[in-house]
């Protein structure tokens, strides 16, 4: 019996056999050579595998379509216009031709090259690229041999790889083909495949280094709770029986986050929390009847704009913003949303950034809007619009001082002129609130907290911007957590200014939908989270179980902590 520990994407139990994937897509072993007169045949096989990528991923788009966020599904986006870029597709079949390759090898080579390439770049937001350019090539080859018919003996099985890519998940969802759990070498709790296999629920495992080297045998134990988050290979008897005894206590409390699902969010001792959904595109009327979240504590409008081919009227998107807050009750449910986020790792088609060294800390989030003026009061008529007679708010994203948020605000007053002045309905006195993201706008929240209506913290940028690390490098991916007491200070400060001043702090990272999270912010007094909608039966069920007045007996307690072990040490023990 061996025990494996990594780092978990999505909480599970699970027992199985071993689907064991060695095969790799990308490499630089180069065999077949053509004959001249193969060369024409070659380039219509890849042509009719290109199309066959772009067919399979619009399926998948289609087939999720109101079934997953749509920020699950920028992937999708970001791969259509890596198939259409005629640099890639034109360097591929030159190599066919001038290198007598066959279409599978020529696809491997240039794919190859572009990998090292964007990895060479000093610059994190080429590391996702890196990704998407290596899921795109493996998708290609798979449409080239078929290799997608060798997923189907993936069945009802662990899957055991270094890497598997999140459209080649998506598409195995979509074939209908089930995975009981994911262990695998490569990625991190913030990456794309973390984040789809949370919204697929299916139990993964990351971060085992040299995965193949393990005898993995047949059986295993797959187990990414909090408490274990590891892999036992051949387990032993005992261990067999005490993981029966643990699986049974696991499906109790999922059967008991489902009794919990139409009671009030309300802690033991009736302190009332609100939570939020986040969402990224249209939003199914089912999942809010189901999951009966408060509103929309993050509407991200970028994917709005990501799909288009040039940047969307203000027609078009009063009627995206309007679809989506229509489907929540008028008098009750808050909808916050979030201006146009771009830059760093997310581009436009359409619209080409200038190069730099490290664009998460260059042209993002407001300094776009403002630097783009006409654009910015273009989406926020759109906005003042859907408000008109809705609790809806304007956030502004990736705010460093107050000047930026004094700008911005003279824009929206602009913004209502003009429709006053046009004899459009809007909302007149539409609350702002700015992202909690970067160090400097904590330091300053009691000056902001004077400005505003409210704060909402943003915990993934918050995190990397005051550990100085790139949550999407592999490399010092162990030193991103956001459990860091560094990171715990500095909510608990802007809780405090705003406190002062009687304004509202919720939390809308990753980090709101997490249960130690939960605990944490609770104990500071923060009762407004907003999270993803996979985690918001759990959290009503956890908030059901909890004391609000004794939880702020461990306040301190997570503040005086020296380190993140510390940290999660006492909100585990508190949970269990």
């Known amino acids: 019996m061996e025990v494996i520990k990594g780092s978990f994407a999505f909480e599970g139990i699970v027992t199985g056999e071993v689907f064991l994937d060695k095969k790799k897509y990308i490499d630089e072993g180069i065999t077949a050579i053509l004959d001249e007169k193969d060369v024409e045949n070659e380039i219509e096989r890849f042509e009719r595998a290109l199309e066959l990528s772009k067919e399979s991923l619009e399926d998948l788009r289609t087939s999720f379509a109101g079934k997953m966020n749509e920020h699950d599904l920028e992937i999708i986006t970001a791969h259509m216009m890596i198939l259409d870029d005629p640099i890639y597709v034109s360097d591929i079949k030159k190599s066919i031709k001038k290198d007598k390759l066959r279409a599978e090898e020529a696809v491997k080579l240039i794919t190859t090259k572009y990998v090292k390439m964007f990895k060479n770049i000093q610059n994190p937001e080429y590391r996702q690229k890196e990704l998407d350019i290596k899921d795109v090539g493996k998708r290609i080859v798979g449409n080239l041999d078929k290799r997608f018919e060798d997923w189907k003996k993936l069945d009802g099985k662990i899957l055991v790889t270094e890497e598997i890519f999140p459209t080649e998940l998506l598409n195995i969802y979509h074939l209908g083909i089930k995975i009981k759990g994911i262990v695998m070498e490569y990625g991190g709790e913030t990456s794309h495949l973390a984040i789809l296999a949370k919204a697929l629920e299916i139990p993964t495992l990351m971060g085992i280094k040299n995965i193949f080297s393990y005898n993995w045998g047949k059986d295993i134990i797959l187990d990414t709770t909090e408490i274990n988050s590891c892999v036992i290979i051949e387990p032993d008897e005992?261990?067999?029986?005490?993981?029966?005894?643990?699986?049974?206590?696991?499906?109790?409390?999922?059967?008991?986050?489902?009794?919990?699902?139409?009671?009030?969010?309300?802690?033991?001792?009736?302190?009332?929390?609100?939570?939020?959904?986040?969402?990224s595109g249209d939003l199914d009327s089912e999942e809010v009847r189901v999951l009966k979240p408060d509103g929309i504590g993050l509407l991200r409008t970028e994917l709005l704009y990501m799909k288009n081919t040039s940047f969307p009227d203000e027609e078009n998107q009063f009627k995206v913003y309007s679809g989506i807050v229509e489907k929540f009750d008028k008098d009750s449910s808050i909808i916050i949303i979030r201006t146009l986020d771009i830059g760093a790792d997310k581009q436009l088609p359409y619209f080409k950034m200038k190069n730099e060294t490290n664009s998460f800390l260059g042209l993002r989030g407001i300094r776009f809007s403002l630097q783009n003026q006409d654009i910015f009061i273009t989406q926020l008529k759109a906005i003042l619009r859907a408000a008109y007679n809705r609790n809806v708010k304007i956030m502004y994203p990736m705010v460093t001082n107050i000047s930026e948020l004094r700008e911005a605000n003279k824009l929206l007053e602009r913004a209502k002129e003009e429709l006053k002045?046009?004899?459009?309905?809007?909302?007149?006195?539409?609350?702002i609130g700015v992202m909690i993201e970067v160090p400097s706008i904590v330091?300053?929240?009691?000056?902001?907290?004077?400005?505003?209506?409210?704060?909402?913290?943003?915990?993934?940028?918050?995190?990397?911007?005051?550990?100085?690390?790139?949550?999407?490098?592999?490399?010092?991916?162990?030193?991103?957590?956001?459990?860091?007491?560094?990171?715990?200070?500095?909510?608990?400060?802007?809780?405090?200014a705003a406190d002062l001043y009687g304004k509202k702090v919720s939390v809308c990272g990753e980090m709101a939908g997490d249960a130690k999270a939960i605990v944490a912010f609770l104990s500071m007094g923060i009762k407004d989270l907003s999270m993803v909608g996979t985690s918001i039966l759990a959290a009503r069920s956890l908030i059901r179980s909890l004391n609000y007045d004794k939880l702020k007996e461990i306040k301190e307690k997570l503040l005086l902590c020296h380190d993140s072990k510390e940290v999660k040490e006492i909100l585990i023990k508190y949970i269990n």
């Not at 002045?421 to 609350?431: A, G, Q, R, T």
């Not at 005051?466 to 400060?493: G, K, Q, W």
């Open 421 to 431: 002045e046009e004899n459009k309905l809007y909302k007149e006195d539409i609350e």
């Open 443 to 496: 330091m300053m929240a009691d000056v902001f907290a004077q400005e505003v209506d409210f704060f909402s913290i943003g915990t993934n940028d918050l995190t990397q911007y005051i550990l100085a690390t790139d949550r999407l490098s592999e490399t010092v991916s162990s030193m991103y957590d956001c459990y860091n007491p560094a990171v715990l200070r500095s909510i608990a400060f802007v809780k405090k």
């Open 238 to 279: 005992k261990t067999k029986k005490e993981y029966e005894n643990l699986l049974e206590k696991f499906e109790l409390k999922k059967e008991e986050i489902k009794r919990d699902a139409n009671l009030p969010t309300e802690t033991l001792d009736g302190e009332k929390v609100s939570l939020y959904i986040n969402v």
